[in-house]
Structures are given as C-alpha cells and as structure tokens.
C-alpha cells in the first residue's frame, strides 16, 4: 500500500495559513483569464471593430475584422507565451515564484492601458504581444507556487479552486454578433455569468465607451496584483532552498504550517527537502534547456508534463469555445447566447464538484482518461447527429445536450486533472523550466487550432460544420490510452515522495502501489516519528538511487 502522507493528524483548519496564502495566489488565475477582454469579446463589439476593422453591411452590425487580423491577434499572443515561458526558469531562477507572478501582472496592466490608448492595429498588436508574455508568466508561476507550498493531502484541492478563479477570470461574455468572433472558453466557464452584466451593458452605449469600459474593469484587477498584493504571502520554501537561503526558507515554511509545528518538526521537513534537492542537484548541475532532456529521469519528467498538457487542447476544446456559438446557430437554434448562459452554469456546477471531491477521489489518471473518453464521445455524437441531420430541431438539442456532458469531462476532469499532474511530475530543480515548456507546447497546439478551424467550418471553404468533430474523437482515444500506459498515479505523494520514485525509474503502473524507501519515506516518517532529526544520521536511508532501485530489482 502507498504510505499515508497525512501530516500528523492535523485537520483542513489547522493548515489555514498555508491554504489562505494558496488562495491568495491562486486568485492571480483571474488575471490570465483577462486575453477574453483584450481581444475575444472586443472584437463582437462595433465600437471596436469601428477602430480596428472595417465596415461589412452583410454583417448585423455593420462592421467586421479580416481574418488575417484575427489570426495575427492570436498569433502575437502564442508568440508571447513562447518568449515568457521559454525564459520562465531563468527568470524564476533570480527572483522567485512570487515576484515572477507579479512581473506577469505588471505586462497586463500595460497591455491593457495600452489597448485603451491606441487607436491604431499596430498598437493593437502590440498590447496583444503583452498579453502573451504575461499569460505565459502569469500561469506558470502561480501553478508553481501552489505545487511546491500546499500540503500534499490539499494539493488537488487548491489546484481546483484556482481552476474556478481561471474560468470566472474569463467573464465577459456578451451576445454574439459574430460567429466567428468568440473566446476559446467562452461556452464552458461560469464566469460569463458574472462578467455578462459588464459587457451586455457596456455593448449598449455608443462607439468606443463598449470597449473601454470593460478594459478598465479588467485594469483594476491586474493593478491590484502589479501593486504588490501577491507579496503579502510567504515565498515558497523549496525555491528559497535551491537558492541556499536556509534561513529564509525555514521562516517561510514556518508562516505556511499549522501554529502548533514544532521549530524542530519544520527543520526536520527542511532537511528532507534539502536533501531531496542535493540528490536531484548530484545527478546534474545548473538549470538550462538541455537538462530537461540530459538525463533519462528529467527527459521522462519532461516528457510526460509536455504530453499531459497537449491532452487539454487535443479534447477539441479550442474550436468548440471559439466556433460554439457558431454551430448553435447553424443547428437552427435560436437565443445562442441563453444557451451560452446554461452551458455556463453546468461548468460551474462541475468545477463546485470537482473542488469538493478532489481530496478524497482525485486520483489523476483515472479521472483524466474518463474526461478524455467523454470528450472523445461528445465529438462523435455531435458529428454524427449533424451529418444525419443537419440543421433540424433534434440536432440542435442534441448538440446542445452534448456542450453539457462535453463540460463534465473537460472541466469537471481533463482541465483540473492535467493541470495538477503538470505542477507535480517535475523535479524541483526543473520545476519552473518543465512547466514553461508545457504552457509553450499547450499555446502552440490552440494556435495551430484557431489556424485551421475556420478553413474546416466556414461554409464558403470545406463547410463542415460540426462533422469537424469527427477530427477530434480519435485524439481523445490516443489520449486516453498514452495516459493509461505512461502517467503514473501519484495522488497524496509529497514531492520528495515523487523525486524518489522517479529516480527509482519505477514504470507508471508501479507508483500507486509503491512504499518509499529513501528521502520520501523519511519526509513522511518525520510525520509520525520524532526520533528521526536530521538526515546526516540516517544517511544510508537518504542515498535514493541505490535502496530505491534495489528495492524495485
């Protein structure tokens, strides 16, 4: 059986700092759900596309946006992405989790006074290119902070919260004036039940108020976080030991335990965390691009946070949030936007679910293949019922049932499960660079999305509608399956348990089941058995390479 990892017998209230700063950090995921006002809903109101497109009197407003524009307005924004996490792990490595976070949030802030400036495209573009770099600074770095400071029982707790202040983070959504003007999250994220008041009212007045109005809502979030609110809580502890700032880090660890944790219980929980960061600091030295792939544990590492990230975007979830609406209206169904209301309250519901299950039944890889499967299915049902009968009342509610079981699988299991395997399965010294990797790969693959989707849905090009979900289906299938043979299980692990097991090269199937023997199985006795202080005594017991491997011999 895998060893219990329950520190002591503390409850949820007596972890409250720790989980109160987590929060606090995890509240910054609304500032990466800020792109939907920069560019998404902006570009369905007339007072923006009389700035920054061109009149169009086949359209109901008058107004459009050539798709090249379109495309270079996401493009920029991967381009951004890109260059921010590329330079996450040299950036993280100099000023830390927080400050980094708090570099992403002044990027936003200027982009969006920038986008309330301009009034031409190429300061549209150039506000869209900040908005990538902060994206990219922005969700790594709040991702990295709650991986490496929440407890391991609560890991996928606050993970799921951040999930909810990601999508209520995207909440400006207004009725749809342009079918192929809407944000890739746009019809499964609660937020657009919050943040439509803003928008369908600020669409109302005239010329360029529809669009400042919302920026400036967006502006006050971002600054509040440029202002140093995310400095209020500690640093993380395991970065402040990479950096050899023992002292700093023992007072940081400290301001996240319970009141109760003894001074020599946290120095005994520093000494594995510093030992578990030798061991992986032995194999290589200094952090670059090749050491994600230099050594045969960091390249699989690697590899398997790059591959869960791709399975977000491989669900099809890109082009069923930016042509959804689209589709509705194709299927004969009229009101899109209510309909975009109720697909909104379901992600809702699903995400209050998963955040109330996720401590006790978060097990990654079994709720990560079964969201990947019913998303594979709801491509085929709606391809299959819209090639039987396109257009027809029956395929509307069909299409509509499955927006719904579609935002089960993805929200309620694919969005929250992927994302907590990706902050867990790195080394600590290749933490911030591996995660940089998978936000990079993850923007890469929506990109190449938003490319070809039009080209698959506009009927004046192949005109296939929802038959383009048939695309989709056997990507979910693959995903699944590269997920049942290479994802280990790793649910209530402290990451030293993780470094252990790892380096032990157990192959996936083994992680659930396996009792650590090295620095992992000392981090979790120092739990329940006082006489173990300081790993210098139990050396033998440290060296993980030999007993680990030994062990699964």
């Known amino acids: 059986m895998a060893t219990s990892i329950?520190?002591?017998?503390?409850?949820?209230?007596?972890?409250?700092?720790?989980?109160?700063?987590?929060?606090?950090?995890?509240?910054?995921?609304?500032?990466?759900?800020?792109?939907?006002?920069?560019?998404?809903?902006?570009?369905?109101?007339?007072?923006?596309?009389?700035v920054f497109g061109n009149r169009d009197p086949t359209t109901p407003?008058?107004?459009?946006?050539?798709?090249?524009?379109?495309?270079?307005?996401?493009?920029?924004?991967?381009?951004?992405?890109?260059?921010s996490c590329g330079s996450s792990g040299l950036v993280s490595h100099y000023i830390g989790r927080r400050a980094?976070?708090?570099?992403?949030?002044?990027?936003?802030?200027?982009a969006t006074v920038l986008m309330m400036v301009v009034d031409t495209i190429g300061g549209a573009y150039?506000?869209?290119?900040?908005?990538?770099?902060?994206?990219?600074?922005?969700?790594?770095?709040?991702?990295?902070?709650?991986?490496?400071?929440?407890?391991?029982?609560?890991?996928?707790?606050?993970?799921?919260?951040?999930?909810?202040?990601?999508?209520?983070?995207?909440?400006?959504?207004?009725?749809?004036v342009s079918p192929f003007m809407q944000c890739p999250y746009e019809k499964i994220t609660p937020g657009?039940?919050?943040?439509?008041?803003?928008?369908?009212?600020?669409?109302?007045?005239?010329?360029?108020?529809?669009?400042?109005?919302?920026?400036?809502?967006?502006?006050?979030?971002?600054?509040?976080?440029?202002?140093?609110?995310?400095f209020i809580v500690p640093e993380s502890p395991r970065w402040l030991l990479l950096q050899n700032k023992d002292d700093e880090a023992r007072r940081s660890l400290k301001a996240l335990k319970p009141k109760t944790e003894s001074e020599y219980?946290?120095?005994?929980?520093?000494?594995?965390?510093?030992?578990?960061?030798?061991?992986?600091?032995?194999?290589?030295?200094?952090?670059?691009?090749?050491?994600?792939f230099r050594h045969p544990v960091d390249?699989?590492?690697?590899?398997?946070?790059?591959?869960?990230?791709?399975?977000?975007?491989?669900?099809?979830?890109?082009?069923?949030?930016?042509?959804?609406?689209?589709?509705?209206?194709?299927?004969?169904?009229?009101?899109?936007?209510?309909?975009?209301?109720?697909?909104?309250?379901?992600?809702?519901?699903?995400?209050?679910?998963?955040?109330?299950?996720?401590?006790?039944?978060?097990?990654?890889?079994l709720w990560l293949i079964a969201g990947l499967l019913i998303c594979g299915a709801c491509n085929v049902v709606m391809a299959a019922t819209y090639q039987a009968h396109p257009g027809s009342r029956g395929s509307g509610i069909v299409t509509i049932a499955m927006f719904h079981v579609f935002n089960l699988g993805y929200i309620g299991m694919v969005?929250?499960?992927?994302?907590?395997?990706?902050?867990?399965?790195?080394?600590?010294?290749?933490?911030?660079?591996?995660?940089?990797?998978?936000?990079?790969?993850?923007?890469?693959?929506?990109?190449?999305?938003?490319?070809?989707?039009?080209?698959?849905?506009?009927?004046?090009?192949?005109?296939?509608?929802?038959?383009?979900?048939?695309?989709?289906?056997p990507g979910c299938v693959l995903g699944a399956l590269w997920a049942y043979l290479y994802l280990p299980e790793v649910k209530d692990r402290r990451l030293e348990e993780i470094d252990e097991m790892f380096l032990a090269r157990l192959p996936a199937k083994k992680f659930r089941q396996y009792e650590c023997v090295g620095i992992g199985a000392l981090a979790v006795a120092s739990d329940s058995s006082p006489s173990i202080s300081n790993v210098a005594d139990k050396k033998d017991e440290v060296t993980v390479i030999a007993r680990a491997v030994s062990n699964s011999a």
Request: aromatic share 12%; proline share 3%.
């Open 126 to 176: 150039a506000a869209r290119f900040l908005v990538g770099i902060s994206q990219g600074f922005i969700y790594t770095f709040f991702n990295l902070y709650l991986q490496e400071c929440a407890p391991a029982r609560y890991r996928g707790l606050v993970l799921s919260i951040s999930g909810a202040v990601l999508v209520f983070g995207r909440p400006f959504v207004i009725e749809d």
């Open 100 to 110: 980094s976070i708090w570099v992403g949030s002044v990027f936003l802030t200027l």
């Open 192 to 230: 657009s039940l919050t943040g439509s008041i803003v928008a369908n009212y600020s669409v109302k007045l005239p010329g360029r108020q529809q669009y400042l109005i919302p920026l400036g809502v967006s502006l006050v979030f971002s600054a509040v976080f440029m202002f140093g609110a995310v």
């Open 299 to 365: 390249r699989r590492r690697t590899m398997l946070v790059i591959g869960t990230a791709l399975l977000t975007p491989v669900t099809g979830i890109t082009w069923h949030g930016t042509y959804g609406t689209y589709m509705f209206q194709m299927a004969g169904i009229k009101k899109p936007f209510e309909q975009s209301v109720g697909l909104a309250a379901s992600a809702l519901g699903f995400s209050i679910m998963n955040t109330l299950t996720i401590t006790k039944m978060g097990y990654r890889r």
């Open 265 to 292: 219980d946290i120095n005994v929980e520093l000494s594995y965390m510093k030992a578990a960061i030798d061991e992986e600091k032995r194999l290589a030295q200094g952090v670059t691009f090749k050491d994600a």
């Open 61 to 83: 407003t008058g107004y459009n946006i050539s798709p090249i524009r379109q495309q270079l307005f996401g493009t920029l924004v991967v381009l951004g992405n890109i260059i």
């Open 6 to 50: 329950v520190s002591r017998e503390y409850s949820m209230m007596d972890h409250w700092k720790c989980l109160l700063s987590c929060s606090v950090v995890a509240t910054t995921a609304f500032l990466y759900g800020m792109d939907i006002i920069i560019v998404d809903t902006l570009q369905a109101m007339p007072g923006f596309l009389e």
């Open 415 to 473: 969005l929250t499960y992927s994302r907590l395997i990706c902050g867990e399965l790195p080394s600590q010294r290749l933490r911030a660079l591996t995660l940089g990797f998978a936000v990079g790969a993850n923007a890469i693959a929506e990109w190449v999305t938003n490319i070809i989707a039009p080209y698959f849905l506009n009927p004046a090009a192949l005109g296939w509608n929802a038959k383009f979900a048939y695309l989709w289906a």
